[in-house]
């Protein structure tokens, strides 16, 4: 079945540093890659959208700037969490989609906490 | 904009009993998906059952099933013969251009 390799699984950071998370399609091609956020005990919040090749669509509220999302190819997508503060603590999943196999194949997240 | 709401945050069902969790969504859009996903301690998210909305015949995979009340915008889920595995937080999505999640409904089974 169609699988998404999320890496790092958990990472502690400094305070403003920035954090690369990778999620990588392994056997199929993503053309959509959706990131979320997820806080203990509260439901995914979608924050971007992107598409291989395009920029990230943001969602209402998520600065850009702050998370930088990289969709540069059909199995590769980055969220890059700059100058990281201890509110951007969180959890963080992607979520990938196939134009061609339809549905959705999540990531197994990556625990962000930043001191 | 589309919205889904889950009314109940926990749930408990004895082991072996069925138990319904609770879904409400809003959308304009004629054509869309929805979905219950579980979401056990590792925090994987696993896709349980999914509805197209131009089907009226309801969903079911195994101990599994939803009733889906287009008119009503619901969209609930009945667990039948719990099992402790069953344990977990479950989320109902709705899927238009984009997935959107309800609060979730943490569910305990007892034995």
Request: hydrophobic content about 35%.
């Amino acid at each position: 079945g169609a699988v998404v390799s999320q890496h790092p699984s958990w990472v502690i950071c400094k305070s403003g540093t920035s954090v690369k998370i990778e999620c990588r399609s392994l056997d199929f091609q993503a053309t959509t890659m959706f990131w979320y956020r997820q806080f203990p005990k509260q439901s995914l919040m979608l924050m971007a959208t992107s598409n291989e090749g395009s920029k990230a669509t943001y969602e209402q509220g998520v600065e850009k700037d702050k998370f930088l999302i990289n969709h540069a190819s059909l199995t590769l997508s980055t969220l890059t969490v700059t100058s990281a503060h201890p509110e951007d603590s969180s959890f963080y999943i992607c979520s990938a989609r196939s134009s061609l196999l339809g549905g959705y194949t999540f990531g197994s997240g990556t625990r962000l906490t930043v001191v | 904009a589309q919205t889904v709401t889950q009314s109940q945050p926990e749930m408990s069902v004895q082991e072996a009993e069925t138990v319904t969790l609770s879904c409400t969504y809003d959308t304009s859009e004629s054509d869309y998906y929805l979905f219950w996903y579980k979401q056990p301690p590792s925090r994987q998210m696993i896709l349980v059952i999914r509805q197209e909305a131009y089907k009226q015949q309801n969903a079911t995979e195994n101990r599994f099933s939803v009733n889906f009340q287009k008119a009503a915008k619901s969209f609930s889920l009945k667990i039948s013969d719990s099992q402790l595995g069953d344990a977990a937080m479950y989320f109902c999505a709705l899927r238009t251009d984009k997935l959107v999640f309800g609060a979730g409904t943490i569910l305990r089974v007892k034995s």
